[in-house]
């Protein structure tokens, strides 16, 4: 299985600024995946991640608000930009399970508790 | 109409007893059906795949019924440590990495 390391853990940031959460893969995988588990909901696809292109958006989620990188294939950031209270949240990365017998389909990272002032 | 559906809870059970959730789903089409378990302030957790004919790790059973467009989990026995909340999990037919998660039953087992 995959080792995802994510930080920050969590972070009170005052509205207008921005921050960017990294996740680290112990291993090379093509796409990454940012998820977002706002209060008493259920995860939700932001964008995927691909080394070498740019970042595919979910409907309801643009680029200016949430810039992505993927400069290798084991590393991606999410940056949170101009932040209000409602991007209070937890963030997710995640990788896909490369060996399918298992029949495990994500990985995530521990997650970003994201706090807005 | 969401998804994927599910009866967020919580379901307050004592120890030892049998607890079931179900979940509905929306896509007619969808190929692949997890339970991915949470614990409070942590990453979700694959419990387990669902299978069209049905699967069965130890204290669990996961049901898959195509023709209701449902899929139900049930633990028996249950254990304190099974404490968390559990998200059903749909993998629409247009997409194989998309998941499309439910907001989660909470499962509280009390001594």
């Known amino acids: 299985s995959a080792v995802i390391s994510q930080k920050p853990s969590r972070d009170i940031c005052q509205r207008g600024t921005s921050l960017t959460i990294q996740c680290q893969v112990d291993?090379?995988?093509?796409?990454m995946f940012w998820y977002r588990q706002q209060p008493g909901q259920s995860l939700t696809l932001i964008a995927t991640?691909?080394?070498?292109?740019?970042?595919?958006?979910e409907s309801g989620f643009v680029i200016d608000k949430f810039p992505i990188s993927r400069p290798n294939l084991t590393f991606s950031t999410l940056t949170v930009s101009n932040m209000s209270p409602e991007d209070s949240s937890i963030y997710l990365c995640?990788?896909?399970?490369?060996?399918?017998?298992?029949?495990?389909?994500?990985?995530f990272g521990s997650g970003t508790q994201l706090s807005v002032l | 109409r969401k998804e994927v559906e599910q009866d967020p809870g919580p379901f307050n059970v004592p120890e030892g007893a049998t607890v079931a959730f179900n979940c509905t789903y929306s896509?007619?089409?969808?190929?692949?059906f997890f339970w991915y378990r949470q614990d409070c302030r942590k990453e979700p957790k694959l419990l387990m795949s669902?299978?069209?004919s049905g699967n069965e790790d130890g204290r669990f059973t996961a049901q898959l019924n195509r023709a209701s467009q449902y899929i139900s989990l049930l633990i028996r026995d249950s254990k304190l440590s099974d404490s968390a909340t559990y998200l059903c999990?749909?993998?629409?037919?247009?997409?194989?990495?998309?998941?499309?998660f439910g907001s989660g039953t909470r499962l509280l087992v009390r001594p």
């Open positions: 896509n007619s089409a969808s190929q692949s």
């Open positions: 995640s990788v896909e399970d490369l060996d399918r017998t298992r029949g495990e389909k994500l990985f």
């Open positions: 291993s090379q995988v093509t796409m």
């Open positions: 991640a691909n080394q070498g292109s740019e970042a595919t958006y």
């Open positions: 669902v299978y069209s």
């Open positions: 999990v749909v993998n629409p037919a247009d997409s194989s990495y998309k998941l499309i």
